[in-house]
């Protein structure tokens, strides 16, 4: 069954007068009435993977689009435990109702109610900071584990994925509710371990899913020397839905545009994360995202010589069927980058380094 796009209104905006050195979009925030705010960073150094970023805010309507650069004292601190992120290291942005939020490492949250409006800041009560050891070779002073990705909010929960202290950047195999009190003005780590750490996905609950010569998880190295296949596989995006997670996992491979991405489900899981029921395996090596609206998954094949032809499908929670979407005449190679509210959002190139200035679509 095809889900034909429509083009509602589209949008540009730029910030890249604020940045000498590159910039980029890594989340699309939408909301209802046709309204969106885009997150990304910048950067004035050489080296535009090694940061240290400066971040921006634009909001995305029919009467037009704002921006807002945000001062780096807003997210980045020297004193305490939060030292200034990499570039390898970005803030995670998420949905929190009618609000979004920024996971400043995992000590404290910015609660915005629009993008001109100063934040709130809510520290959280248990962070992992002052757990297990400091990444080898980077020296941060931050979060331990770091934060790779927020899912959209579910009420006051935000889930988050995790990388380990001996993981690097992207890593994320570890997986925390973050729950937060507005009114009290504070936030907690839920349903973590005794030690207090985050849980971790299980290699063993995906093998039966998994076909293909790679393993579904990813590498290391054993203490003889020998390369050893059995870590977890990585969570690509998750969402707290119905009181259970669901994950989209997929094995890990640094050169993923050579070797390939192996694996490719979303999963339903109890709060540890073992699995209750594989809902749905991509046909061919595919990026996941779980949509704001909570109840459908934008599939984007990795190669277009697959079943697929690279063309992006949406698959339902409600009838668990994948469906091709077929955007707007004009706009067939943009990605589908969001759901909610009943609109699509669209850009013409992937997140995370973007051309300037941004288009956004809106289609229904």
């Not at 899912?151 to 937060?180: D, F, K, M, Y």
């Not at 669901?246 to 491979?253: D, I, M, R, S």
């Not at 993923?256 to 046909?283: C, H, M, T």
Request: proline fraction near 6%.
């Amino acid at each position: 069954m095809a889900t034909k796009l429509s083009l509602d209104f589209q949008m540009n905006f730029d910030v890249s007068a604020a940045f000498s050195r590159g910039c980029g979009m890594t989340k699309i925030i939408p909301f209802a009435n046709g309204r969106a705010v885009a997150f990304g960073w910048g950067t004035h150094s050489g080296n535009y993977q090694e940061g240290p970023h400066q971040y921006w805010l634009a909001e995305i309507g029919r009467e037009g689009a704002s921006e807002r650069i945000l001062p780096v004292e807003m997210t980045h601190r020297t004193n305490g435990l939060m030292a200034p992120l990499t570039g390898k290291h970005y803030l995670q942005a998420f949905k929190f109702g009618e609000q979004f939020g920024l996971l400043l490492s995992t000590e404290a949250v910015l609660l915005f109610s629009s993008i001109h409006d100063e934040p709130v800041t809510i520290p959280i009560e248990n962070h992992f900071s002052m757990l297990g050891e400091p990444r080898h070779h980077s020296h941060l002073h931050d979060s331990y584990f770091a934060p790779t990705h927020c899912g959209n909010a579910s009420g006051c929960l935000v889930p988050v994925v995790l990388s380990a202290p001996t993981e690097g950047a992207g890593s994320g195999r570890h997986a925390c509710l973050l729950e937060i009190d507005q009114v009290a003005g504070r936030a907690r780590w839920l349903h973590t371990l005794p030690d207090g750490t985050p849980h971790t996905t299980v290699i063993d609950d995906y093998v039966p899913s998994h076909t293909g010569s790679q393993a579904p998880g990813g590498i290391r190295l054993d203490s003889t020397g020998h390369l050893v296949y059995d870590l977890p596989p990585l969570v690509y995006d998750c969402a707290w839905v119905d009181n259970h997670w669901y994950l989209y996992v997929a094995g890990y491979n640094k050169n993923y545009i050579r070797f390939g991405i192996p694996l490719g489900v979303l999963s339903r899981n109890l709060v540890d994360l073992s699995i209750l029921e594989s809902v749905f395996k991509a046909q061919e090596q595919s990026f996941g995202h779980i949509c704001a609206s909570l109840d459908r998954l934008i599939v984007s094949p990795l190669r277009a010589n697959g079943p697929h032809k690279g063309k992006q499908t949406v698959f339902t929670f409600d009838d668990r069927e994948e469906h091709s979407l077929t955007p707007p005449r004009g706009y067939t190679k943009y990605h589908v980058q969001e759901y909610f509210s009943g609109y699509y959002w669209l850009t013409p190139e992937e997140l995370n380094y973007n051309r300037m200035p941004v288009k956004i679509v809106a289609c229904k």
